[in-house]
């Protein structure tokens, strides 16, 4: 069984008369602590009761319990708050994994009902505790399983008490290629580079110069100007292509070098009010976020900071200039397709301030220009002829 101690104070003009009292009442007394006028005694209860009874001039009062009585008395002094507390935290505990909401985001609204009814028949639904990621992926891959002909993808994700739901609709042509008829026409004006054909036949050369809407590979199939079949034609047409570019780049740039240290912090949002509780460790960092609890418009987020420096770095006019020229050739990577290439580039402008420097970049790409486009049943074989004819005066 554990021993009850505790701290006794009384005042205390005379700390030595006291303590021969003490001693003369051979009384045990673990520990004593005299900070003027006050005295301070660490005993056992039981001997804290005979202090009190033979020393009663001195008037001493139990400062506080220790060791498992001390919570003990502290459980009885703040029981109350302690059961809300605690009421409170299994209530937040068990908001944390239910569902609050369920979003499905398409713009079919018979899409969206067909999700939401499903959903809910599979227990996700408002209210509902949350799946796992398991158990989500089941129920994902059965509703494709279920409606091959309606979901081409979906995905489910859990956003703190919040559910969302991506799909996409599949859609189902009812053109069957073989019956349908199209050329293969110019998306872009350019050079011709490079045909290849697999079905119809090729109004234009090598070094041709087409302009958007101009057919390249007809589908109109002749012999000596007279139509003999029409198909749907096929093929890649490469040509040469020109841009002009324009880019900004400044002399001096700060450069962020990750350190691989790492601290957390946490965030309490109410709407879109943010505050962090603890203070920023590090001067320069990138941050991650994940919502750790999310009930209604309260959120609390984890914080991932990932420590940087900071170097700041000064070009010369010609690492300026080259930096530019990447800069130009990345930007219109992102128009061009995989398959489409820089052929060359070429500086046609340089303006310099003290700060930055402005280029002009012209740029060649050898890029797919090939679109297939359907032929008009009104369009008569005969047609060809100035089809042909405008090709040829390019």
Request: charged share 30%; glycine share 4%; with cysteine.
């Amino acid at each position: 069984m554990n021993k009850h101690y505790l701290w006794l104070k009384a005042q205390c003009s005379d700390y030595y008369k006291l303590v021969n009292k003490l001693a003369q009442l051979n009384l045990a007394i673990l520990a004593i602590k005299y900070e003027k006028p006050f005295i301070y005694l660490k005993v056992e209860a039981k001997t804290a009761d005979k202090i009190q009874k033979y020393l009663v001039s001195y008037k001493f009062q139990k400062v506080k319990d220790l060791g498992w009585y001390a919570l003990k008395s502290n459980f009885q002094k703040y029981h109350l708050f302690l059961i809300c507390f605690l009421i409170g935290l299994a209530f937040l505990l068990i908001c944390s994994h239910l569902v609050v909401e369920v979003n499905v985001i398409h713009e079919n609204k018979m899409i969206r009902e067909l999700i939401l009814e499903e959903l809910e028949t599979e227990g996700v639904k408002p209210l509902a505790f949350k799946k796992s990621y398991q158990e989500l992926q089941k129920i994902k891959e059965k509703l494709l399983e279920k409606y091959p002909d309606k979901l081409d993808w979906l995905e489910i994700e859990t956003d703190g008490m919040i559910i969302n739901v991506r799909v996409e609709e599949r859609i189902i042509t009812d053109i069957n290629k073989e019956n349908k008829k199209c050329n293969i026409i110019a998306s872009k004006e350019g050079t011709i580079k490079s045909l290849l054909i697999e079905k119809g036949e090729a109004l234009v050369r090598p070094n041709d110069l087409v302009k958007p809407g101009d057919v390249l590979i007809s589908g109109i199939i002749t012999h000596n100007n007279e139509e003999k079949n029409r198909v749907c034609a096929e093929g890649e047409v490469y040509a040469e292509t020109w841009y002009t570019v324009k880019v900004s780049i400044p002399f001096s740039h700060d450069e962020y070098t990750n350190t691989g240290r790492q601290k957390y912090n946490l965030i309490w949002q109410k709407g879109n009010n943010k505050t962090k509780i603890f203070k920023d460790r590090f001067p320069t960092y990138e941050s991650s976020y994940r919502t750790l609890l999310s009930l209604f418009d309260y959120k609390l987020i984890l914080e991932t900071e990932k420590e940087s420096l900071k170097k700041t770095l000064t070009y010369s006019e010609e690492e300026a200039l080259a930096i530019g020229l990447e800069k130009a050739e990345a930007n219109l990577k992102i128009k061009l397709k995989p398959q489409d290439e820089i052929i060359d580039k070429k500086v046609l402008k340089k303006t310099l301030n003290n700060s930055k420097m402005e280029i002009e970049i012209f740029i060649i790409a050898k890029e797919l220009i090939s679109q297939e486009e359907i032929i008009p049943e009104n369009i008569e074989g005969n047609d060809l002829s100035d089809m042909e004819y405008n090709q040829n005066n390019h």
